[in-house]
């Protein structure tokens, strides 16, 4: 599970880190949440292009935009009708800072922790988009992909979503990358000692906190 993120850098940071051109002036934000616009990045005729995507995949075939997929998990993403033609032509880095997962605590206690890389630079999620054309103006999508959680992650929760850097994240996106064993290679856990979380405050349960205090360590 995935259901909120931090995208805070400079673009530069992003566009530097993955090899791109140029990606678009964006306000930070500590709480991103389904629905909103995200920043992505997906090869079109050969070309990276960065652009923004709603966050909750509807895919084509569906009746009405209804449909809110915020997730995929990766070890079914090649045979579910939803995902399997997204996954084999349309996947997409979608950049990121870290991420928050909430850990039960009790009936109705959950304490949110924050994850990020170990070396506190940017790294991307692995997503898939589609486009739908129903009424209205056409929307574009994405979905980010889950995997079984690392060490790390399973004190906090039993999923996490597949992370990708490097040479990792530059076969996602590539669309000569076609044959589904190799893709499934790229869905698995990141290395935990990869990565870094601390608790933080209830402050990132409202989507309405959208500062830097959302990842503060909580004391």
């Known amino acids: 599970m995935c259901g909120r993120y931090v995208r805070a850098r400079s673009s530069d940071a992003y566009a530097s880190l993955f090899n791109l051109p140029d990606t678009p002036d964006l306000s930070p934000s500590w709480n991103i949440a389904p629905t909103q616009p995200v920043l ?14 709603r966050w909750g995949l509807i895919p084509f075939w569906v009746k009405d935009k209804k449909t809110n997929l915020i997730n995929a998990r990766s070890e079914t993403v090649l045979e579910k009708p939803a995902f399997k033609g997204a996954v084999k032509r349309r996947r997409c880095l979608i950049f990121a800072d870290g ?8 009936p109705k206690a959950k304490q949110p922790y924050y994850f990020r890389m170990a070396d506190d630079q940017p790294f991307a999620f692995a997503g898939i988009w589609d486009q739908w054309s129903g009424e209205g103006p056409t929307l574009e999508s994405c979905s980010i992909l ?35 064993a190799q893709i ?7 290395p935990a000692d990869a990565m870094a979380c601390v608790a933080v405050s209830s402050r ?13 360590v909580m004391e």
């Open 40 to 53: 992505i990045v997906r090869v079109v005729e050969g070309v990276k292009h960065c652009t923004m995507l």
């Open 99 to 106: 991420y928050y997962e909430w850990k039960t605590l009790g």
């Open 204 to 216: 990132v349960n409202s989507v309405k906190n959208n500062g830097i205090e959302c990842i503060q």
């Open 146 to 180: 889950t995997t079984s959680a690392n060490e790390l992650s399973a004190s906090v929760h039993d999923r996490m979503p597949v992370i990708l850097r490097g040479d990792d994240a530059q076969a996602w996106i590539d669309p000569k990358v076609e044959d589904l």
């Open 184 to 190: 499934a290679e790229l869905m698995r856990p990141f």
